[in-house]
Nanobody, 126 residues
Framework: QVHLLESGGGLVQTGGSLRLSCAAS????????MAWFRQAPGKERQFVGS???????FYFPSIMGRFTISRDNAKNTLYLQMNSLNSDDTGVYYC????????????????????WGQGTQVTVSS
Protein backbone atom coordinates (compact mmCIF):
# COMPACT_ATOMS: atom_id res chain seq x y z
CA GLN A 1 0.00 0.00 0.00
CA VAL A 2 1.19 3.48 -0.86
CA HIS A 3 -0.14 6.74 0.52
CA LEU A 4 0.35 10.02 -1.29
CA LEU A 5 -0.21 13.49 0.09
CA GLU A 6 -0.02 16.54 -2.13
CA SER A 7 0.58 20.05 -0.84
CA GLY A 8 1.64 23.46 -2.05
CA GLY A 9 -1.43 24.49 -4.01
CA GLY A 10 -3.06 27.86 -3.65
CA LEU A 11 -4.10 31.07 -5.37
CA VAL A 12 -1.54 32.76 -7.61
CA GLN A 13 -1.68 35.54 -10.18
CA THR A 14 -1.03 35.03 -13.87
CA GLY A 15 2.69 34.75 -14.47
CA GLY A 16 3.37 33.56 -10.94
CA SER A 17 4.92 30.36 -9.67
CA LEU A 18 4.07 27.54 -7.31
CA ARG A 19 5.86 24.40 -6.19
CA LEU A 20 3.75 21.37 -5.43
CA SER A 21 4.96 18.51 -3.29
CA CYS A 22 3.79 14.93 -3.09
CA ALA A 23 4.94 13.03 -0.02
CA ALA A 24 4.82 9.28 -0.41
CA SER A 25 4.72 6.68 2.34
CA UNK A 26 4.33 2.94 2.50
CA UNK A 27 5.73 0.47 0.01
CA UNK A 28 7.35 2.87 -2.39
CA UNK A 29 10.79 2.63 -3.89
CA UNK A 30 13.02 4.91 -5.89
CA UNK A 31 12.32 2.72 -8.91
CA UNK A 32 8.58 3.33 -8.85
CA UNK A 33 7.42 5.57 -11.67
CA MET A 34 5.50 8.66 -10.59
CA ALA A 35 3.44 11.29 -12.36
CA TRP A 36 1.43 14.47 -12.02
CA PHE A 37 -2.05 14.88 -13.45
CA ARG A 38 -4.49 17.75 -13.22
CA GLN A 39 -8.21 18.23 -13.60
CA ALA A 40 -9.75 21.52 -14.58
CA PRO A 41 -13.37 22.27 -13.65
CA GLY A 42 -15.73 20.37 -15.89
CA LYS A 43 -12.94 18.56 -17.71
CA GLU A 44 -11.32 15.16 -17.61
CA ARG A 45 -8.13 14.53 -15.72
CA GLN A 46 -5.10 15.38 -17.85
CA PHE A 47 -1.51 14.18 -17.81
CA VAL A 48 1.04 16.82 -16.80
CA GLY A 49 4.32 14.97 -16.55
CA SER A 50 6.07 11.91 -15.25
CA UNK A 51 9.38 10.66 -13.98
CA UNK A 52 10.28 7.07 -14.74
CA UNK A 53 13.18 4.82 -13.93
CA UNK A 54 13.88 4.04 -17.57
CA UNK A 55 13.04 7.23 -19.44
CA UNK A 56 13.52 10.07 -17.00
CA UNK A 57 11.07 12.98 -17.19
CA PHE A 58 8.37 13.47 -19.78
CA TYR A 59 5.95 16.38 -20.07
CA PHE A 60 2.69 17.20 -21.72
CA PRO A 61 3.59 19.49 -24.62
CA SER A 62 1.62 22.53 -23.47
CA ILE A 63 3.50 22.77 -20.19
CA MET A 64 6.97 21.91 -21.43
CA GLY A 65 9.46 24.61 -20.51
CA ARG A 66 7.23 26.01 -17.77
CA PHE A 67 6.93 23.06 -15.40
CA THR A 68 9.68 20.89 -13.96
CA ILE A 69 9.29 17.57 -12.19
CA SER A 70 11.89 16.46 -9.71
CA ARG A 71 12.16 13.76 -7.14
CA ASP A 72 13.95 13.43 -3.82
CA ASN A 73 14.20 9.70 -3.16
CA ALA A 74 15.70 10.22 0.28
CA LYS A 75 12.52 12.05 1.29
CA ASN A 76 10.16 9.96 -0.85
CA THR A 77 8.85 13.21 -2.27
CA LEU A 78 7.88 14.23 -5.79
CA TYR A 79 7.85 17.90 -6.78
CA LEU A 80 6.26 19.96 -9.51
CA GLN A 81 7.75 23.40 -10.01
CA MET A 82 5.31 25.51 -12.00
CA ASN A 83 6.34 28.82 -13.55
CA SER A 84 4.63 31.33 -15.84
CA LEU A 85 1.24 30.14 -14.70
CA ASN A 86 -1.89 31.10 -16.61
CA SER A 87 -5.60 30.53 -16.20
CA ASP A 88 -5.46 27.28 -18.17
CA ASP A 89 -3.35 25.82 -15.38
CA THR A 90 -6.18 26.14 -12.87
CA GLY A 91 -7.34 22.83 -11.50
CA VAL A 92 -6.79 20.12 -8.95
CA TYR A 93 -3.34 18.58 -9.21
CA TYR A 94 -2.83 14.93 -8.36
CA CYS A 95 0.26 12.81 -8.00
CA UNK A 96 0.23 9.14 -8.86
CA UNK A 97 2.46 6.12 -8.43
CA UNK A 98 2.78 3.04 -10.58
CA UNK A 99 3.53 -0.07 -8.56
CA UNK A 100 3.09 -2.80 -11.16
CA UNK A 101 6.06 -3.97 -13.23
CA UNK A 102 6.57 -3.20 -16.87
CA UNK A 103 8.80 -0.81 -18.71
CA UNK A 104 6.76 -0.27 -21.85
CA UNK A 105 3.51 1.57 -21.27
CA UNK A 106 1.84 4.85 -22.01
CA UNK A 107 2.82 7.17 -19.13
CA UNK A 108 0.04 9.60 -20.06
CA UNK A 109 -2.79 7.17 -19.28
CA UNK A 110 -4.13 7.43 -15.73
CA UNK A 111 -5.13 3.76 -15.87
CA UNK A 112 -1.43 2.88 -15.75
CA UNK A 113 -1.07 4.21 -12.20
CA UNK A 114 -2.06 2.37 -9.08
CA UNK A 115 -2.11 4.91 -6.27
CA TRP A 116 -3.34 8.48 -6.17
CA GLY A 117 -3.26 11.36 -3.77
CA GLN A 118 -6.30 13.42 -2.83
CA GLY A 119 -5.16 16.38 -4.89
CA THR A 120 -4.27 20.00 -4.23
CA GLN A 121 -6.10 22.97 -5.72
CA VAL A 122 -4.25 25.45 -7.90
CA THR A 123 -6.08 28.60 -8.92
CA VAL A 124 -4.53 31.13 -11.27
CA SER A 125 -6.21 34.51 -11.33
CA SER A 126 -5.88 37.13 -14.03
Amino acid sequence: QVHLLESGGGLVQTGGSLRLSCAASGRIFSTNDMAWFRQAPGKERQFVGSVTETAGTFYFPSIMGRFTISRDNAKNTLYLQMNSLNSDDTGVYYCAVRSRPGVSYDVTREEEYDYWGQGTQVTVSS
